[in-house]
């Protein structure tokens, strides 16, 4: 029989970002205001992120589509890629994605996709400091998530390319 190895983690759930700590409402307002800057003509679906850095400064990205559409990049790549290429040693504590919800009502955090969650991981191994993440969860509750490695069980990483 194999053995079987559970896999668990906690997440703090928030009826609104109001309930939040102050800095997670400034990076949700970056997030929102990056949103509107997006070119997202092929989906119509208006993403931003802000990363929050350890000297405190927070750097937004929004994603970017093109008529080739794989090449087109997620605002949390862009936003991360942004920071770490502006501040190489500078850590990033935490992240926080919206997209606009189009007409029906507010800004929704947003649940980053696997490659996102990859890129994400690898600057948290590399600078050795849990990166938070904020999710939407059921019923448009905010997940906060400790870690981004918690979301990324079993996942490639540099040590396997040896
Ligand atoms: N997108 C993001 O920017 N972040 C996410 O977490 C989910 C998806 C973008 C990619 C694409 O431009 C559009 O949203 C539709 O998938």
Not at 41 to 51: I, K, L, R
């Amino acid at each position: 029989m194999p053995q079987i190895y559970p896999i668990q983690f906690n997440i703090k759930v928030f009826n609104t970002v109001n309930e939040m700590e102050q800095d997670w409402q400034q990076l949700l307002k970056l997030a929102e205001s990056a949103s509107f800057n997006s070119y997202a003509p092929y989906s119509d679906f208006n993403v931003g992120a802000a990363v929050l850095m350890e000297n405190g400064e927070m750097i937004n990205g929004n994603n970017q589509e093109n008529a080739s559409y794989p090449a087109g990049l997620c605002a949390e790549r862009v936003a991360i890629f942004h920071a770490r290429s502006n501040h190489p040693k500078k850590k990033i504590l935490k992240i926080a994605v919206v997209a606009q919800p189009g007409k029906q009502g507010n800004f929704v955090p947003v649940s980053p996709c696997g490659g996102c969650r990859q890129v994400i991981s690898e600057v948290r191994d590399d600078q050795d400091l849990p990166i938070q993440i904020l999710l939407t969860g059921k019923e448009n509750k905010l997940y906060l998530v400790e870690d981004i490695n918690m979301l990324l069980p079993l996942k490639f990483s540099k040590s396997q390319l040896l």
